[in-house]
């Protein structure tokens, strides 16, 4: 064998928990399992998101894993809804615990994975002039791990600091005595502003379309809670499965008034009492309702609740005005919450600029040139997400039999079979991939179930001596058909929604709804039911 070569049974590309769950699993089979990282260490997403005020917006007693009761038991969160530190020490812990380290090559990039029809092996090249083969590659390379960086005119010619809220520096940024700019108003932006605000001496907030934001009323975990959460695991655990999003929120979610079960009918309501609504409840008001995430009319009236409140609670009526979103639904674009969003806008340092109002034309040297005028700043963050669900796949040379390119299968947008696997791409795997809940649910309960079925894939091969699993093309234009059919008709969809979830924010990129809409528990069963049809929509070959 070449030197430089190594063979393994699998080799599984990321070690966030999808790849770390992964390695420990098929250890436990006695397969032989290499898991290659392009960060130094473990923990994905939460390796790389260290901007200030990054936090799960998932309760953290159900951010977390149950496939080892031991490890549920001695887990500590201390919040509600657990900061970015304290997760990637869970991730360290999880590494030190089951002594993952050891088979994971770090700081290595996978370059290309091509499939050898007549070896019935991937062969699997890195940045370091390293190549491994492996029966089965398993791509657990994250559904938002590609930082998009927009092009606009002019970057390179900025003079300060430059950083991406996907790819922070782990020693974190000094902004004290630093005027600051950043651009866009996703998740992580507006989890960053009010944490930056506190910091710099100036924020200038460039913000194209104003998101829907709930406030996460984060907290403390009391040791009380934490102990009857942890006594109740196993039932917590078999309801999230069942559910729609992997979370049930066993009533430490939210907590208070803002964790209602959406009943009332808000097309029932006059705007008098909506009104009220806003003046007792805030924001959180518009969670009553159920037909808000069904008819486009009562979507529109809870969108004029929201505004009322962003009226109310910011005092400048122009950054007000600037902050209302207005023509798309709420529900379309990836729900956010967040601490003290709006309440930033009322610091003296911080300054909304409307890019609606005129957009941004050029970077320079100081700042930006917008159409309606120039802004200036030392150090330029950009907040402007990442090419979701497919870029890293994308990114990576995936070929399967012929040659075919995974790009070109992909060219009109993401197709598999389950979200787990492509045709023509025998013994390939993807975690949580387009096609599946993924990043519609609690990531962690996602990341589980596809781990389980993959390993108990492999036990199945191993058992009957199969040689490769692979969809019909049948099946994987079914399975496409039903993701398209069941997005229909949601806000996700509507023809005035424009997100990542749809490839919108990419220019370029098919606009495809790419996760699955129809629920953890439905999408649970379904894999089940594949299985026990003996790998329905499969092709098994000795
Ligand atoms: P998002 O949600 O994709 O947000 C990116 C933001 O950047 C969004 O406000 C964009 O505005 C804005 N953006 C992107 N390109 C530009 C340009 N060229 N000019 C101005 N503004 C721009 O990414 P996040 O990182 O916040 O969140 C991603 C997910 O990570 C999040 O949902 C969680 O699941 C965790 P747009 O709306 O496209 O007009």
């Excluded at 380290?101 to 499939?115: C, K, L, P, Q």
């Excluded at 069904?294 to 950054?319: G, S």
């Excluded at 402007?384 to 870029?391: I, P, S, V």
């Excluded at 990129?509 to 996760?515: E, L, T």
Aim: net charge negative.
């Amino acid at each position: 064998m070449n030197p430089s070569e190594s063979e393994f049974d699998v080799v599984v590309v990321g070690a966030g928990f999808s790849g770390m769950y992964l390695l420990h699993k098929l250890r436990q089979l006695g397969l032989s399992t290499r898991v290659i990282e392009a960060g130094d260490d473990v923990g994905g997403t939460w390796y790389w998101n260290r901007y200030p005020g990054a936090r799960c917006d998932v309760p953290s007693m159900e951010y977390s894993f149950s496939f080892s009761p031991e490890l549920q038991q001695e887990w500590r969160w201390t919040e509600v809804m657990a900061a970015q530190p304290e997760i990637l020490d869970y991730a360290n812990h999880i590494a030190d615990r089951f002594t993952l380290r050891r088979d994971i090559e770090f700081a290595t990039r996978v370059e290309s994975a091509h499939y050898d029809e007549s070896e019935q092996r991937w062969r699997i090249k890195t940045d370091t002039a390293r190549t491994y083969t492996a029966r089965f590659c398993v791509m657990a390379t994250g559904c938002l791990s590609v930082p998009n960086t927009p092009t606009i005119e002019g970057a390179e010619n900025f003079s300060g600091d430059v950083f991406h809220t996907g790819n922070w520096p782990a020693q974190g940024v000094d902004f004290s005595k630093r005027r600051v700019g950043i651009i866009g108003t996703g998740s992580s932006a507006i989890q960053a502003i009010p944490v930056i605000a506190e910091q710099a001496q100036h924020l200038t907030v460039l913000q194209r379309t104003p998101n829907y934001t709930m406030p996460a009323h984060n907290r403390p975990l009391s040791e009380e809670f934490r102990q009857q959460a942890i006594e109740n695991y196993d039932e917590i655990r078999e309801q999230q499965r069942q559910s729609m999003t992997g979370i049930v929120g066993y009533g430490f979610g939210f907590g208070g008034a803002d964790n209602v079960e959406p009943t009332e009918a808000i097309l029932e309501t006059t705007a008098a009492q909506r009104a009220a609504l806003v003046e007792q409840e805030g924001f959180v008001a518009i969670r009553r309702f159920a037909d808000v995430a069904l008819d486009t009319a009562a979507n529109e009236l809870a969108c004029d609740m929201y505004r009322q409140q962003i009226k109310r609670v910011v005092k400048d009526p122009r950054t007000a005005e600037g902050l209302m979103p207005k023509g798309y639904p709420m529900g379309c674009k990836r729900p956010v919450i967040d601490t003290h969003y709006y309440e930033a806008f009322n610091r003296d340092n911080v300054d909304l600029v409307d890019l609606r109002r005129g957009g941004i034309e050029t970077i320079t040297a100081t700042g930006v040139q917008t159409v309606q005028g120039h802004f200036e700043f030392d150090t330029l963050v950009y907040a402007t997400g990442f090419d979701a669900m497919t870029g890293a796949l994308q990114k990576i040379d995936i070929r399967g039999r012929k040659g075919e390119a995974l790009r070109d299968h992909w060219e009109a947008g993401p197709r598999s079979y389950l979200g787990l696997q492509v045709t023509g791409f025998p013994n390939l795997f993807t975690v949580t991939g387009p096609g599946s809940p993924s990043v519609l649910s609690n990531m962690l309960v996602s990341i589980e179930q596809h781990v389980d079925w993959i390993a108990d894939c492999l036990t199945h091969m191993r058992d009957r001596q199969l040689a490769t699993i692979e969809p019909t093309l049948a099946a994987e234009e079914a399975w496409v058909g039903h993701v398209n059919e069941v997005a229909q008709g949601t806000m996700f969809t509507a023809p005035s929604c424009n997100s990542w979830y749809l490839g919108a924010n990419i220019p370029g990129k098919p606009r495809i709804f790419m996760p699955y809409v129809g629920g953890v528990g439905e999408y649970r069963k379904k894999c089940d039911q594949v299985v026990a049809n003996d790998y329905e929509g499969f092709v098994l070959s000795a």
